[in-house]
């Protein structure tokens, strides 16, 4: 199994700008950047978590959370998609 799993991140290696400028295309429209930035304020003023990393460690879990799941499956659709192109997944239904 993992053998396959690291084949199929060499696929996508070559499709991987495409795939990160989806999710920032996607993340932007849905306003998802914004409200990280209004968490990572939040968390500074409201804490005296001191640093980058502290925040960086409080704020993630949230915002990965504030992913719309829609962002999500749209991104799985499509990283499927290319490796059912390249022969590399078989179509599980």
């Known amino acids: 199994m993992y053998s396959k799993s690291v084949d199929q991140m060499t696929i ?43 925040v960086v460690q409080h704020v993630t879990p949230k915002a990965r959370a504030l992913v719309p799941d829609i962002v999500k499956r749209e991104l799985l659709y499509k990283i499927r998609a290319i490796l059912v192109e390249r022969g590399q997944m078989a179509i599980d239904v």
């Open 12 to 54: 996508l290696h070559g499709d991987r700008t495409k795939l990160k400028d989806l999710l920032r295309k996607r993340l932007i429209e849905c306003g998802w950047f914004e409200e990280v930035q209004l968490l990572c304020r939040q968390s500074i003023t409201e804490s005296e978590l001191g640093n980058l990393d502290n």
